[in-house]
């Protein structure tokens, strides 16, 4: 081989290596990771820090998640699809709780890994409930332990992360702080190991699956949460009955629903108080969503029995799926 021969042959190599290594950087990975847990041990507080934007309302009242959202982190060629679930609990007799649970327990089946997310220093029977579900889904598991700020003694901390650790062969166990965003980066990165190549299910700018009219829907509810706390029963709800932009503003009619004159009282509160202060707190955090000015208007209706009939449940957006 000629000396010319010889560099030919070493620079297509060269060409051949750089081309190799493009086509990998090119190649792209996509996947689901279900959040899962019993309800309020932080799964919503989670994936909004994950995504470093607010998706899943939260509050510091059970069962404030009721649909199952998907919070969407794309990185250079990775996409990650979070699903943030409802809470899995054993108590089944309102057609809503079931809707929620099945909507939680679906979640498993397309993921590649299941992070498990409990509270430090606390193991309950809805705890163990919802290991047994993931238990027959097979897939993966990573131990989310949360709250571990709250602990004043550290040293309790390693004995019950032991005891936990001998229920089920976790992939791994990182204690965390949903709140703080204390640990989030390995969970980022571990998850990163389970994505298969695949094309992105998204566009690289989605956040979610979710509509903003859904969003604005849910903000309402967040309000409502946080605003009455336990006074509030869980048979309540929002529907968007207009989300329509109207030149320089959006004009968003919410209609909240109860199942009983008395609760109705209690959302108005003396003289429209209380129904005030939930519209100007949803208000703007609407138009920080938005971006855009908001007209908002909120009516309380009572609807007995919503929370009870499936069909109705379904047409309001609940549903397993």
């Given at each position: 081989?000629?000396k010319?021969?010889?560099?030919?042959?070493?620079?297509?190599a060269?060409?051949s290596n750089?081309?190799?290594r493009?086509?990998l950087?090119?190649?792209?990975?996509?996947g689901?990771?279900?959040i899962?847990?019993?309800p309020n041990?932080?799964?919503?507080t989670?994936?909004n820090h994950?995504?470093?934007q607010?998706?899943s309302?939260?509050?510091?009242?059970?069962?404030?998640?009721?649909?199952?959202?998907?919070?969407?982190?794309t990185?250079a060629n990775?996409?990650?699809i979070y699903v943030?679930t409802?809470?899995?609990?054993?108590?089944?007799?309102?057609?809503?709780?079931?809707?929620?649970?099945?909507?939680a327990?679906s979640?498993?089946?397309?993921?590649?890994?299941?992070?498990?997310?409990?509270?430090?220093?606390?193991?309950?029977e809805?705890?163990?409930?919802?290991?047994?579900?993931?238990k027959?889904?097979?897939?993966?598991?990573?131990?989310?332990?949360?709250?571990?700020?709250?602990?004043?003694?550290?040293?309790t901390l390693?004995?019950f992360?032991?005891k936990?650790?001998?229920l089920h062969?976790?992939?791994?166990?990182?204690?965390?702080?949903a709140e703080?965003?204390t640990?989030?980066?390995?969970i980022?990165?571990?998850?990163?190991?389970?994505?298969?190549?695949?094309?992105?299910?998204?566009?690289?700018?989605?956040?979610?699956d979710r509509s903003?009219?859904?969003?604005?829907?849910?903000?309402?509810?967040e309000?409502?949460?946080?605003?009455?706390?336990?006074?509030l029963p869980?048979s309540v709800?929002?529907?968007?009955?207009?989300?329509?932009?109207?030149?320089?503003i959006?004009r968003i009619?919410?209609l909240i629903?109860?199942?009983?004159?008395?609760?109705?009282?209690?959302?108005i509160?003396?003289k429209?108080?209380?129904?005030k202060?939930?519209?100007?707190?949803?208000?703007?955090?609407?138009?920080?969503?938005?971006?855009?000015k908001?007209y908002?208007?909120?009516?309380?209706?009572?609807?007995?029995?919503w929370?009870?009939?499936?069909?109705?449940?379904?047409?309001?957006?609940?549903?397993?799926?």
């Open positions: 081989m000629s010319s021969e010889q560099n030919q042959a070493e620079l297509d060269l060409l750089l081309n190799n493009a086509d950087s090119q190649t792209k990975k996509c689901l990771v279900a899962v847990g019993r041990v932080g799964k919503s989670l994936m994950i995504l470093e607010k998706i309302i939260t509050s510091k009242k059970p069962q404030t998640t009721r649909h199952r959202i998907l919070g969407i982190h990185e990775e996409q990650v943030d409802p809470g899995l609990h054993k108590e089944e007799k309102r057609a809503i709780n079931k809707l929620m649970n099945r909507a327990s979640a498993l089946g397309d993921v590649e890994v299941v992070l498990f997310v409990i509270e430090a220093m606390k193991w309950y809805d705890d163990e409930m919802v290991l047994s579900k993931i027959r889904s097979k897939k993966p598991v990573m131990l989310l332990v949360n709250k571990v700020d709250e602990i004043k003694d550290k040293e390693m004995p992360l032991q936990i650790a001998a062969d976790f992939a791994e166990i990182i204690p965390i702080s703080k965003g640990n989030i980066e390995p980022k990165e571990k998850v990163r190991d389970y994505l298969p190549e695949n094309p992105f299910f998204f566009s690289e700018d989605d956040v979610t903003s009219r859904f969003m604005a829907a849910e903000i309402v509810r309000k409502l949460m946080r605003f009455l706390g336990e006074e869980y709800t929002v529907e968007i009955e207009q989300f329509k932009w109207d030149e320089k959006w009619n919410a629903l109860v199942e009983r004159e008395g609760q109705k009282k209690m959302v509160g003396a429209g108080e209380k129904l202060i939930i519209g100007r707190d949803a208000r703007q955090d609407m138009e920080r969503l938005l971006e855009e908001v908002l208007e909120l009516w309380v209706k009572v609807k007995s029995g929370a009870d009939d499936e069909r109705a449940l379904r047409s309001l957006g609940y549903s397993e799926d």
